[in-house]
């Protein structure tokens, strides 16, 4: 590959160790900044000139960034390291950014160790079981901590659908050019038929989960169930937060660990238990992916309460365009396990002929229920709640 | 393993500013950091990968450069479930079936099952598909369209071409490109690419150009359009792009066809009534419409 020559000292200070010195704070300031790709932007600038400022800094957002949301942070070092204004105002105002995030997850406080009372004495086996049933939002420190361990037994089969590719098969059409093709390979003499059928491939999903403040109660569970979901199918599964604003958080999820990856989640998230503008969020991913392809044919799970502050309308009318380009939308409702609930608030009643299956999400057990729902590929949905 | 060379270097990739020079000529106005990440990735023979809404001219950049640099674009779409068989290579089955069947009928006596199967694997029965024509017919511009569209298996295995720039074919031997390809890769972003993939290229987000500059765009590709006509079109649809909000804003090949349409009606004004009824040049979604025609009396009647 293209060798990285080393730019020579001019006037005293050394250009190669100013680059990589820029290289560095712009990994430090949150860039993907890695080994080669620091390599890289060295050749880059030696191949555009040093002397030029305006050089250097295509250069290294050409090497440097790897997403429209990298630019701001990437104008900023640059304006820190190399002095004056940055050089181009493109702030996107719509990308959230998080260089500073409030995210606390005092929700969560580290119950475990020293028994508390609440802890004495219960036998295991029925003390999960009740567990399980629990509305998460009631739970004392210690429970939490339990229910922490018991979200690793939740098993996400992701849904299916159709490749355009065949396998082989011992059962199904049969494979007619397989079928010669092994004939031909003995000369001619018959062997035995080769079937095919259609191949699966996982179907993707997308979470939108609410973070806002009528949320809070649930929504590190709710994440919790995320992360689950996203490991079980890394490369099609995308979360998504929705409270304010919309934060693409699947990156911090793909973490093994899930403590360490709800921190990083709770990280990028800027609009912790903020107010909701669930229709707008809706439409903003509507355009930014949703539209470009991540929720055409896909499982769109919204978990949310369907607190609307804003108009309703809109919300309904967002949920129609989502509906109208994913291939099932399932709506989980953590409200919605509790006797007496119905769904009257303006946002719900809105959505609701625009979605397919309407859970309950309040519990282990009502997880359970909602993955199994995600999962089915069948066609034809259970009624609509 | 040797690196390939690199393209011949034309006056046109001497520096960033003779690339946006040659490209203007070939009516792709390119800005600064378009400009110095293009030429980059002749420099540093790395692939080029391009994102942005669509109708920014990602695509549009692989044309200009394989028509200024006078060599042939070889294309690959990417969709969901594409293989590497279609990426590279693939064997003519029923062909070699037909050799096969004369190879009977002439009764041949001589040379045995192994070597008729050597002959079934011949260059006359492979079929090259993009990549593989790509590593062939270097110099030359290669566009991998929309890679988000594909799946991460062929995501990965196109950054080992891109890496080795070389592909090896069981029954033929290894294929090694010459000179490296110009390669553009585009994304719409539908899906997160690998970082590895990402490692390897050059990155560079497109925006939609400005008022100026599309406006310089607009007259370079459709000189014969009235000048007037043009500037109210642009500044329309730079409004329509940041005050209305549009499920599908125009992009820069709406803005295009619609100031066609305007010149194909003989307009050289732009009117409420003739605006509405072109409107489905550059607007294509009936929610958007709606919203657009309202805006339209809003802005041309004042």
């Not at chain 1, 699966?200 to 919790?224: H, I, N, Q």
């Not at chain 2, 006509?229 to 619609?258: C, F, H, M, N, Y």
Request: some cysteine.
């Amino acid at each position: 590959m293209t060798a990285a020559p080393s730019p020579a000292p001019v006037d005293g200070w050394d250009v190669g160790q100013t680059l990589a010195g820029f290289a560095r704070a712009c990994r430090a300031a949150g860039l993907p900044v890695t080994a080669d790709r620091e390599r890289t932007f060295l050749s880059a600038c030696a191949a555009t000139g040093l002397g030029e400022r305006r050089a250097v800094y295509w250069a290294g957002r050409a090497t440097l960034t790897a997403s429209p949301a990298d630019v701001e942070p990437y104008d900023r070092v640059f304006a820190g390291w190399f002095g004056g204004r940055p050089m181009h105002g493109v702030a996107r105002q719509d990308t959230p950014r998080t260089s500073t995030v409030q995210a606390s997850l005092e929700e969560l406080p580290e119950g475990e160790g020293d028994a508390g009372p609440g802890e004495l004495l219960r036998a295991a086996a029925s003390a999960e079981e009740v567990l399980r049933h629990r509305d998460v939002a009631g739970l004392s420190p210690a429970d939490r901590a339990a229910l922490r361990r018991q979200f690793a037994t939740l098993t996400p089969r992701p849904p299916t659908r159709p490749a355009r590719r065949h396998t082989p098969s011992r059962t199904g059409a049969v494979d007619g050019r397989a079928t010669v093709r092994a004939h031909l390979r003995n000369l001619g003499e018959p062997e035995r038929i080769r079937y095919r059928r259609r191949a699966v491939r996982p179907r993707r999903v997308v979470l939108l989960v609410d973070v806002s403040g009528s949320m809070s109660a649930y929504a590190d569970a709710l994440l919790r169930l995320a992360h689950v979901m996203v490991q079980a199918a890394p490369r099609t599964t995308e979360v998504f937060t929705v409270g304010t604003r919309l934060t693409h958080v699947t990156r911090a999820l793909r973490e093994r660990d899930p403590d360490r990856a709800l921190l990083a989640a709770g990280e990028v998230v800027p609009d912790w238990s903020g107010g909701t503008r669930l229709g707008q969020a809706v439409g903003v991913f509507l355009r930014r992916w949703g539209r470009r392809g991540m929720a055409r044919g896909a499982v769109v799970v919204v978990l949310s309460d369907g607190w609307e502050r804003q108009d309703p309308e809109q919300l309904g009318e967002q949920v129609r365009r989502l509906r109208s380009l994913a291939h099932r939308v399932v709506w989980v409702n953590p409200h919605r396990g509790k006797a007496g609930y119905l769904p009257v608030q303006a946002g719900i009643v809105a959505c609701l002929p625009h979605v397919d299956d309407f859970v309950a999400g309040h519990s282990l057990a009502a997880f359970e229920e909602m993955l199994a729902v995600v999962d089915q590929h069948a066609a034809g949905s259970p009624p609509r709640g | 393993m040797q690196p390939p060379a690199a393209l011949a270097d034309p006056q046109a990739l001497a520096d960033p500013q003779a690339l946006a020079d040659a490209l203007a000529d070939t009516s792709y106005l390119a800005d600064e950091g378009l400009a110095t990440v293009a030429w980059l990735a002749h420099a540093l023979q790395r692939p080029l990968l391009l994102e942005g809404e669509p109708g920014t001219g990602k695509t549009a950049l692989a044309e200009a450069v394989a028509s200024l640099l006078d060599v042939p674009l070889i294309r690959l779409q990417c969709y969901e479930g594409i293989e590497a068989s279609q990426a590279l290579y693939d064997w003519d089955f029923p062909r070699q079936i037909l050799h096969l069947r004369a190879v009977e009928a002439l009764g041949r006596e001589q040379g045995g099952a192994a070597e008729l199967e050597a002959e079934l694997f011949d260059e006359r029965f492979l079929q090259a598909r993009p990549v593989l024509r790509a590593l062939r017919e270097a110099p030359c511009v290669l566009l991998v369209d929309e890679v988000d569209r594909a799946d991460d298996e062929f995501e990965a295995f196109l950054l080992e071409v891109l890496s080795t720039w070389s592909v090896s074919i069981p029954e033929l031997g290894t294929v090694r490109a010459a000179v490296a390809p110009y390669v553009v890769l585009t994304s719409n972003r539908t899906r997160e690419l690998h970082d590895a993939l990402k490692r390897r290229c050059l990155y560079h987000w497109i925006e939609h150009p400005g008022l100026k500059r599309e406006l310089a765009i607009v007259r370079a590709r459709l000189p014969e359009v009235d000048q007037a006509l043009a500037a109210e079109i642009v500044g329309l649809v730079q409004r329509l792009r940041s005050d209305e909000d549009l499920v599908k804003p125009p992009g820069v090949a709406e803005t295009l066809d619609w100031a066609r349409a305007l010149h194909a009606l003989g307009t050289s004004r732009l009117d409420p009534e003739v605006a509405a009824a072109t409107l489905g040049a550059a607007v294509k979604d009936r929610d958007d419409t709606e919203r657009v025609r309202v805006a339209l009396d809003r802005m041309l009647t004042r």
